[in-house]
């Protein structure tokens, strides 16, 4: 049996040994730092208490249940160890005839050290159930502010970065700011805190049609989000956003969404490393340098592929089909049969902009409004793993829609500092880790 281990449990691992497990002859180990799956497009939703953040997670340990090839072991990678063929964790040594890396990206902070410390980031459950407590505690302090000055810091929300993300949290919080804060905050209701969608490049959703583009922008003024494009956040001290034209905002909440960065791997000197510092591999996604350990999904970057010479932007999808094809090939390797290179099969891209209204770019053809949010409604229940999940998304949103008030604005802060997460740059300087 060959002893395959595989870091991180994202799109592309999972899809990894999930294709992998169906074939006899391997022994596969998963790693990860987290013992659960989670979805990345919804988070947005966790931060702004409109679903749980158990609809988009799921344990490792109940997904492998059937799989008699398949373990997983809790813990951060710290080093690989090529020379041994064993891979060092947080919680122990491994050893590996086959090593995939799929072990994503982290949050990029472009080296502002303030903005590092004080903004909040959105790449993990915790990021998001930690932006949903500070938003919560920001408006309960503008509650309680005494002049008008602090209560609009307090209320208003600064969001760094133009793309879907940066995008979909602001209509979402500018809807709730305008359906829930008016009822539930009666101290507040006339003091109206703004929120600030800042992209340094020339539009809204860059990587999309200029359609798509346009809606947005549209959408969101309407929805009173004040937006700046072709500005960049420079600075944030003593809660005051800095600009890159010189204007400030003072603001409790910096939501950053501005880049992400790969992940680094201690212990490999032969490494090529690309764009965003992503893992160079061939077309069949082997590391170059080294033969029998692989990157797949947003950690890695290949130039082969004819349509994208470039490399393949991060999104779920690639990493999805990566993960397949790569366990297809290791099988076809093991029957010494031939590989297949990665080729994209791109379906498009698509964003929700607000309640009823989103913007789908497919591959003949861009739509916006109403027939597009119910397609992008679909299009994020179908991959969400169980059907547990999925029927309490669907209730969740069916009902968070039409009543316009959704019940998870809690703020749970429980005092005692949980070990997890096992890297130093998740969780936040101003608040303990939130168990869930
Ligand atoms: C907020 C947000 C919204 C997004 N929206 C979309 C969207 O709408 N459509 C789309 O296509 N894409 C979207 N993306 C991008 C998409 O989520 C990524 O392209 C995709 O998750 C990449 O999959 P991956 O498996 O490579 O990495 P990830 O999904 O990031 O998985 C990495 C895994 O590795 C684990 N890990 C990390 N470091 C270690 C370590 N040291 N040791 C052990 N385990 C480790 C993590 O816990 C995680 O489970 C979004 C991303 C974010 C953050």
């Known amino acids: 049996m060959k002893k395959i281990v595989v870091v991180g449990g994202g799109f592309a691992g999972l899809n990894f040994v999930k294709e992998l497990s169906k074939y006899d002859g391997f022994q596969i180990t998963l790693v990860d730092r987290n013992n659960y799956h989670f979805f990345p497009p919804l988070l947005y939703q966790v931060a702004s208490g409109f679903i749980e953040a158990s609809n988009i997670s799921y344990p490792f340990r109940r997904l492998f249940q059937k799989k008699a090839n398949l373990r997983f072991h809790m813990g951060a990678?710290?080093?690989?160890?090529?020379?041994?063929?064993?891979?060092?964790?947080?919680?122990?040594?491994?050893?590996?005839?086959?090593?995939?890396?799929?072990?994503?990206?982290?949050?990029?902070?472009?080296?502002?050290?303030?903005?590092?410390?004080?903004?909040?980031?959105?790449?993990?459950?915790?990021?998001?159930?930690?932006?949903?407590?500070?938003?919560?505690?920001?408006?309960?302090?503008?509650?309680?502010?005494?002049?008008?000055?602090?209560?609009?810091?307090?209320?208003?929300?600064?969001?760094?970065?133009?793309?879907?993300?940066?995008?979909?949290?602001s209509g979402m919080l500018a809807e709730l700011g305008r359906y829930i804060a008016a009822k539930e905050y009666p101290e507040i209701q006339n003091f109206q805190g703004h929120i600030h969608l800042i992209d340094a490049g020339p539009s809204l959703l860059s990587t999309m049609s200029k359609k798509a583009q346009t809606e947005a922008q549209k959408v969101l003024s309407h929805l009173g989000v004040l937006i700046q494009t072709g500005v960049s956040v420079k600075d944030y001290q003593d809660g005051t956003v800095i600009?890159?034209?010189?204007?400030?905002?003072?603001?409790?909440?910096?939501?950053?969404?501005?880049?992400?960065?790969?992940?680094?791997?201690?212990?490999?000197?032969?490494?090529?490393?690309g764009r965003g510092k992503r893992i160079v591999t061939d077309a069949f996604n082997c590391v170059e340098g080294y033969k029998n350990i692989y990157a797949i999904g947003d950690i890695s970057i290949l130039n082969t592929d004819p349509a994208f010479p470039d490399g393949h932007p991060q999104l779920a999808q690639v990493a999805i089909q990566q993960g397949k094809l790569l366990a297809r090939n290791l099988k076809n390797l093991a029957s010494g049969k031939n590989l297949n290179p990665f080729r994209y099969n791109d379906k498009g891209s698509m964003a929700i902009i607000s309640k009823f209204k989103a913007v789908a770019d497919l591959r003949h053809f861009s739509m916006k409004g109403y027939f597009a949010w119910l397609i992008w409604l679909f299009i994020h229940i179908i991959p969400l793993i169980g059907y547990r999940n999925k029927a309490k998304l669907a209730f969740n949103w069916f009902w968070s829609f039409i009543n316009n008030n959704p019940t998870l604005r809690l703020i749970i802060r429980p005092g005692k500092i949980s070990e997890t997460p096992l890297t130093a740059n998740e969780g936040h300087a101003q608040d303990p880790e939130i168990v869930h």
């Open 243 to 273: 600009l890159s034209n010189g204007e400030k905002i003072r603001s409790e909440v910096l939501i950053w969404t501005s880049g992400v960065v790969a992940n680094h791997i201690e212990g490999l000197p032969h490494l090529v490393t």
């Open 77 to 169: 990678l710290l080093e690989v160890m090529p020379e041994k063929q064993y891979i060092k964790t947080s919680t122990g040594e491994l050893p590996y005839d086959i090593l995939v890396i799929a072990s994503g990206t982290r949050t990029n902070y472009f080296g502002m050290e303030n903005v590092a410390r004080e903004a909040w980031p959105m790449k993990t459950i915790n990021d998001a159930l930690n932006l949903r407590n500070h938003i919560l505690m920001s408006m309960e302090k503008a509650v309680r502010a005494q002049t008008v000055e602090e209560k609009n810091q307090a209320l208003n929300i600064v969001i760094a970065g133009g793309g879907p993300t940066g995008v979909e949290i």
